[in-house]
């Protein structure tokens, strides 16, 4: 469809100019909203402090990063706690012990290993074995019965007597 | 720690987005200057007061000037001032109803040339502005900015494909729309 003749009064209405004040309207507004600074004056005054909150963060990261405990050095301090533990109580405790104990760091890779074992298998199973026997029924929890050995005859004391010292006994005396 | 050459990289850093900020700034007063006669036009088609044409436009500079780093296409920059200019300009005009308020003044010495206009001649052009002005104002939205922009940027239907947003077959099907309804409204 061609132009209408309404579309020439349309642009005949439309070719208007904005005032030559215009642009300066719009940068005087752009100066005089709230808070609005600049480009170039606001990156000279973030600019900095973003470097240094920048800086600071990175030094803090760097710092955490190397006192930070490895998985090597936490796997060291297990092993440390694991010899302490079978070294001073009895194998079957020093597991519950090991197992309770407060990890310092309990990774995904040590979970899905599993409790180091630090007893035997077969004691292991045995201990398992009794803890379980009561609950299956398969261990007996009647009494042990009386043993028919003849009991222990009383045990005597003899006093005990003391001598006196004799006066020529020289004690004190040089000799 | 760091070493001297990350701090001198900082350095540059910092250097180089002061001068991204002033090319910023000049890349914007070069929009400014290639784009306030549409801007103004837009919105005058609109509000077709002056003053408030004006206001309207500055307003959607100084907008488009708080979001203009992170307009990611620059080159789509015109388009994206007319179309919020435009819905600036819809806005003023809802609020405040100031249309009816046509710029006769314009109005008249564009529809009547330099010659001096008689009574007889002046009301002719004021019936001519009131019968114009009510037949856009009945288009729908989506027709009458595309009736407007072919106006204003004299056919160019490529271009006003990118200044709507619009394939150029829907610009070509609206404008043909709005013809026919145009028409009709005027007969």
Request: aromatic share 6%.
């Amino acid at each position: 469809m061609t132009e209408l003749p309404i579309e020439r009064d349309l642009r005949d209405a439309l070719s208007v100019d904005p005032s030559p004040s215009f642009a300066a309207g719009v940068r005087a507004r752009i100066a005089a909203e709230p808070g609005t600074v600049g480009w170039r004056s606001a990156f000279r005054m973030w600019m900095p402090a973003a470097v240094a909150a920048l800086a600071a963060v990175a030094l803090v990261v760097a710092m955490r990063t190397s006192h930070a405990p490895t998985a090597g050095s936490a796997r060291q301090l297990l092993a440390g706690r694991s010899m302490v533990s079978t070294m001073t109580l009895p194998s079957t405790a020093s597991s519950f012990v090991r197992q309770d104990a407060p990890v310092v760091a309990r990774s995904r890779a040590r979970e899905a290993r599993g409790p180091d074992v630090v007893i035997s298998a077969s004691e292991s199973r045995a201990l398992l074995k009794l803890i379980a026997g009561p609950r299956t029924w398969q261990l007996d929890p009647a009494p042990v019965p009386v043993s028919t050995a003849p009991p222990v005859a009383d045990l005597v004391i003899e006093p005990i007597v003391i001598t006196p010292l004799s006066v020529d006994g020289g004690q004190g005396v040089r000799q | 720690m760091r070493t001297f050459a990350g701090q001198f990289g900082d350095q540059l850093l910092t250097v180089a987005a002061a001068d991204e900020a002033v090319g910023l700034e000049d890349d914007f007063e070069t929009r400014l200057a290639e784009s306030s006669r549409i801007a103004f036009r837009v919105a005058f088609s609109v509000l077709r007061h002056r003053e408030d044409a004006e206001d309207v436009a500055q307003e959607a500079f100084a907008k488009a000037h708080r979001n203009f780093s992170q307009l990611r296409d620059r080159d789509r920059f015109r388009a994206w001032l007319v179309r919020m200019t435009w819905r600036m300009a819809l806005d003023r005009q809802r609020a405040n109803r100031r249309h009816a308020r046509l710029d006769h003044a314009d109005w008249e010495a564009r529809a009547l040339g330099a010659s001096t206009p008689t009574p007889a001649d002046a009301l002719e052009a004021d019936e001519r502005s009131r019968r114009l002005w009510t037949a856009i104002d009945a288009l729908p939205e989506k027709l009458r900015i595309v009736v407007v922009l072919v106006n204003i940027e004299d056919h160019d239907l490529n271009e006003v494909a990118r200044l709507v947003g619009a394939p150029i077959g829907t610009v070509k099907w609206r404008l043909f729309a709005a013809r026919r309804k145009l028409k009709r409204l005027l007969q």
